[in-house]
């Protein structure tokens, strides 16, 4: 039997492949990567049971969204008094506008990433939500500017170049279309696993499974839904996750935050409103690599500063899915929830 807390190169190179291509079916994916669909079959079934890799399929920050309850985007430092830390993301992990929970270095214990229809609802959520909680003691809200990059477009770079062309996505999206009623419900289904079958949707929508197909396609390559292959990046070899605050020369920022985006590292890449006016979220190693990727920020973008820089030893929820402190999937929280 494998054991349950190692990913090998077959498992890795699976990660990556779903990355690309969420919906393929197992045996086109099995002429890709050489293995047999079953056995592809089967080692899906273990990462997800033991909570090793997800998918999820989440609103993306397309203004499609206007209207909806995912306009307004932020950061949410949360300090909280000395022995309360965990009793605090416990409640926090049950709200539905939190989507993220890091437990964090530095001045702060917690860093949420909040979602809210608007700027003044994410307020008073923050308000009466957050910072009320027992055990907080302060919070600070930092309002996303614009998207540059999130994780879902993070790659894994276990396959070789011939695989990665032989999965690339066909650009299909279509930027004229709105979301509805029906796309909304698609996204509640799929929102735990993008590659639930099209049979089961079709039982929950009561309509064929050739037309819940033709529905999951629509949403799955739209503007206004993005999916995620996670992994568990502890047992992957990620083993430093960091956040840093930049200050970038304003004329200079949408060109820099948009070569930042292109880094392999980059999780995630926004601008905010704040004292910075960009953050990166990025993966490494080993902690010594910071040092590294630090030296190549501040020397390829000539008067950029980095004001402030954390670590998250852990992550108690990563888009709306709860992670234990080995960064495993323990389970899911509805966005669409009522909070």
Known sequence: MQDSSHLDETDLALVHALQLQPR???SRLARVLDVDASTLTRRWSRLTREGLAWFSCYPSGSKDWTGHDW???AFVEVECFPGHRQTVMDELAGKARVWNIDATSGRRDLMLTMVAPS?????????TSVATIPGVRATRTHFF???????????????????????????TRDGASRPGPRDLELLRILGPDARIPAATVAEQLGCSPSTAGRWITRVVESRFAAIRCEIAHYVAGWQVAATLWLDVPQHDLKSVAAAIARLPEIRLCVTIGSEANLV???WLHRLEHLDRFEMLLTTRFAGTRILDRWITPHFAKRLCHRIGHDGRRTGFVSPFATV
């Open 24 to 26: 393929f079916p197992w």
């Open 71 to 73: 306009e307004a985007h």
């Open 119 to 127: 700027i003044v609802d994410l307020d008073e959520e923050v308000d």
């Open 145 to 171: 500017r614009s998207m540059i990059r999130d994780g879902s477009s993070w790659r894994l770079n276990a396959l070789s170049p011939e695989q990665r062309h032989a999965l690339t996505p066909t650009p």
């Open 280 to 282: 990166a979220q990025i």
